[in-house]
């Protein structure tokens, strides 16, 4: 199947850094005139789910380079219909159906991105890349460096990241801090549509190897929708985060759901006094360190929030920055709010208390304001 898309796309005569060339001038925007946020709005919302089907289904149609490949994508139109629909657009040379062996179709993958195709492979859940992670670490995240600029890698590693509800401990880690340690990689993580449309474009136009992790929980959630959101040309900037709610007394940084969590949480905190700032990092890997540097020079005060293990974690890496560069802006201990250094339970209960919740991150602000009971 993939010899026969190599064939339709590269055996016109034409070379395949021309037909690559052609089909981004296209679609591709200038970076320069992208915006970390929407600013048109139409009263429409759209689920992420829709979201992340849309920007496949433009990006397909836009580059013939662009295929989609894991298991399930095809007939049964993916584990939480993401890819819905493609299989009948574009059959099955792009929409492909693999065998239940995350190792040899990542490397299929790459092996495909060395040749100039645009790779989107799907995981049922990111803890299967585990089977993979050679592949993607060794031969998709390496190669540009190891090869002196000669080979490229775009690549799109993607599907659900991070804890669902009752799945175990062997279904709900999330892999933001593990592959944004990498090198080579880049590791992005939407919240809303507009994030998730917004920087699965920008995934699968560049030219480097990105792991983009969504949440499960988030697929059926619906949020505004911006005209310009909506615009096939649409993309997000990788490496900049957008502030969501502006405030004066204290930073909130999350990413993925727990930006739902924080706005819910400042929220709370401004019914008894407290302006919280919540930033949405979009991006793990690169970090916008200055957007976070500049928001807790403002606020003097700092709250990290995510779903993944405290030890090593992305809030660690924050928090490093901040000591780093703003140590004498900070008028209280940096707060790290993470999921619970333990496997996930299975027990609902348990469960629960492994992760992180809204009165959590109400509890650390306060602490930081000086306000706790």
Same mark, same amino acid.
């Given at each position: 199947?993939?010899?026969?898309?190599?064939?339709?796309?590269? /055996?016109?005569?034409? *070379?395949?850094? /021309?037909?690559?060339?052609?089909? %981004?001038?296209?679609?591709?925007?200038?970076? *320069?005139?992208?915006?970390?946020?929407?600013?048109?709005?139409?009263?429409?919302?759209?689920?992420?789910?829709?979201?992340?089907?849309?920007?496949?289904?433009?990006?397909?149609?836009?580059?013939?380079?662009?295929?989609?490949? !894991?298991?399930?994508?095809?007939?049964?139109?993916?584990?939480?219909?993401?890819?819905?629909?493609?299989?009948?657009?574009?059959?099955?040379?792009?929409?492909?159906?693999?065998?239940?062996?995350? @190792?040899?179709?990542?490397?299929?993958?790459?092996?495909?991105?060395?040749?100039?195709?645009?790779?989107?492979?799907?995981?049922?859940?990111?803890?299967?890349?585990?089977?993979?992670?050679?592949?993607?670490?060794?031969?998709?995240?390496?190669?540009?460096?190891?090869?002196? !600029?000669?080979?490229?890698?775009?690549?799109?590693?993607? !599907?659900?990241?991070? @804890?669902?509800?009752?799945?175990?401990?062997?279904?709900?880690?999330?892999?933001?801090?593990?592959? !944004? *340690?990498?090198?080579?990689?880049?590791?992005?993580?939407?919240?809303?549509?507009?994030?998730?449309?917004?920087?699965?474009?920008?995934?699968?136009?560049?030219?480097?190897?990105?792991?983009?992790?969504?949440?499960?929980? %988030?697929?059926?959630?619906?949020?505004?929708?911006?005209?310009?959101?909506?615009?096939?040309?649409?993309?997000?900037?990788?490496?900049?985060?957008?502030?969501?709610?502006?405030?004066?007394?204290?930073?909130?940084?999350?990413?993925?759901?727990?930006?739902?969590?924080?706005?819910?949480?400042?929220?709370?905190?401004?019914?008894?006094?407290?302006?919280?700032?919540?930033?949405?990092?979009?991006?793990?890997?690169?970090?916008?360190?200055?957007?976070?540097?500049? *928001?807790?020079?403002?606020?003097?005060?700092?709250?990290?929030?995510?779903?993944?293990?405290?030890?090593?974690?992305?809030?660690?890496?924050?928090? @490093?920055?901040?000591?780093?560069? /703003?140590?004498?802006?900070?008028?209280?201990?940096?707060?790290?709010?993470?999921? @619970?250094?333990?496997?996930?339970?299975?027990?609902?209960?348990?469960?629960? %208390?492994?992760?992180?919740?809204?009165?959590?991150?109400?509890?650390?602000?306060?602490?930081?304001?000086?306000?706790?009971?």
């Amino acid at each position: 199947m993939l010899g026969t898309l190599w064939h339709k796309v590269f /055996s016109s005569g034409v *070379s395949s850094s /021309s037909v690559i060339g052609q089909s %981004l001038q296209r679609i591709r925007p200038s970076f *320069s005139a992208t915006r970390s946020y929407a600013s048109t709005s139409t009263g429409k919302e759209m689920t992420v789910r829709d979201a992340l089907n849309s920007a496949l289904d433009e990006e397909m149609s836009a580059d013939p380079t662009v295929f989609v490949m !894991g298991e399930e994508v095809g007939e049964y139109q993916g584990a939480y219909k993401i890819t819905k629909g493609l299989l009948d657009k574009y059959g099955p040379e792009r929409v492909v159906d693999t065998p239940i062996t995350e @190792a040899g179709f990542t490397g299929i993958g790459v092996g495909a991105a060395y040749h100039g195709l645009r790779p989107v492979v799907e995981f049922m859940t990111f803890n299967f890349s585990m089977q993979a992670i050679d592949h993607i670490i060794n031969s998709a995240a390496k190669s540009n460096y190891m090869s002196a !600029g000669q080979i490229s890698v775009p690549i799109v590693f993607r !599907g659900p990241n991070g @804890a669902a509800a009752g799945v175990g401990a062997q279904h709900s880690q999330c892999y933001a801090a593990w592959f !944004g *340690s990498c090198p080579g990689l880049k590791v992005l993580a939407p919240y809303s549509s507009e994030d998730a449309r917004g920087l699965l474009k920008a995934a699968i136009r560049d030219p480097d190897p990105v792991v983009f992790l969504e949440n499960e929980l %988030l697929y059926g959630e619906s949020f505004p929708i911006s005209a310009e959101a909506l615009d096939s040309s649409f993309s997000l900037p990788i490496g900049k985060a957008k502030i969501e709610r502006e405030g004066k007394d204290v930073t909130i940084v999350a990413y993925s759901k727990m930006v739902g969590y924080a706005l819910q949480a400042a929220e709370r905190l401004s019914k008894e006094g407290i302006s919280a700032e919540v930033i949405n990092l979009r991006s793990i890997r690169p970090l916008d360190r200055r957007a976070i540097n500049a *928001s807790v020079r403002k606020t003097n005060r700092l709250v990290t929030v995510e779903e993944g293990f405290p030890q090593h974690g992305v809030g660690a890496e924050i928090c @490093a920055s901040v000591v780093e560069e /703003s140590f004498e802006y900070l008028d209280a201990p940096v707060e790290r709010i993470s999921g @619970a250094d333990v496997p996930m339970p299975y027990a609902a209960d348990l469960e629960r %208390l492994a992760v992180p919740q809204v009165e959590d991150i109400v509890r650390a602000a306060k602490r930081a304001c000086f306000r706790a009971k």
